[in-house]
């Protein structure tokens, strides 16, 4: 079966610092996608990024990266010189070929405090 | 604009009375499904959909119905809404991805329902 792990429920840090999300994703499948999704106060989910099982590459959009380790079956999202407007509750989320459901993490709400 | 809507936002109602939240997509999108968000449990998947007259049930489908006729439209009915129903839900759709499986989904705004 699949399954999604954020462990992190909650994180508080203080703006301008580097915080990193954690995934740990659960599939038998060789072909999947992993996705990250915002959920800031005001309620409405954000796609921030897609990946593939194939493509391991790292991915930075800013101040954001993403680092997707197949080996350790992770997908950790880092928000470097942090903002206040970062503050939201952040998705983890996994697709498999052969199953049309996505899965999703129980989310992890990032504080960002001035 | 590309954009999913969902009708009401806001809803209170009482045990009992059959009640449909709407969604619609002006993308062309094949793939719909409805999750509810609830404090703790993240999203969970109620039904989705492939295409037209093709659902099927997610993770959490008691209580539900749903019915894909057009490609557009994707509503979302509860027979008889109980207080457990009580959630955030959101409705999505999304273009078919790789080896046809779901790719990016684009979700509407929510809609709050409370049963009282």
């Known amino acids: 079966a699949q399954k999604v792990t954020q462990a992190q429920t909650e994180i508080s840090v203080v703006e301008k610092e580097d915080v990193t999300l954690d995934c740990v994703y659960e599939?038998?499948?060789?072909?999947?996608?992993l996705f990250w999704y915002k959920q800031p106060p005001s309620g409405e989910l954000v796609f921030l990024i897609r990946?593939?099982?194939?493509?391991?590459q790292n991915e930075i959009s800013g101040r954001y990266s993403w680092n997707f380790q197949k080996s350790t079956s992770s997908f950790n999202f880092t928000i470097t010189a942090s903002q206040v407007v970062d503050s939201a509750v952040y998705f983890c989320a996994l697709s498999v070929n052969r199953d049309d459901k996505i899965i999703f993490g129980k989310g992890t709400r990032l504080h960002i405090l001035p | 604009e590309a954009q999913v809507t969902q009708n009401p936002r806001y809803l209170i109602t009482v045990t009992g009375k059959k009640l449909t939240v709407t969604c619609s997509q002006n993308?062309?999108?094949?793939?719909m499904s409805w999750y509810r968000q609830d404090p703790g449990l993240g999203l969970r998947q109620i039904y989705y959909s492939m295409n037209v007259e093709v659902t099927d049930k997610g993770d959490v489908p008691e209580g539900y119905k749903v019915s894909r006729k057009e490609k557009r439209n994707f509503p979302l009915i509860l027979e008889s809404p109980s207080p457990n129903q009580t959630s955030l839900y959101f409705c999505?759709?999304?273009?078919?991805?790789?080896?046809?499986?779901?790719?990016?989904?684009?979700f509407g705004p929510g809609t709050r329902l409370t049963v009282l």
């Open positions: 993308m062309n999108h094949e793939y």
């Open positions: 999505a759709s999304s273009i078919p991805g790789l080896a046809g499986f779901t790719d990016t989904q684009y």
């Open positions: 990946r593939n099982s194939f493509d391991e």
């Open positions: 599939t038998r499948d060789t072909t999947y996608y």
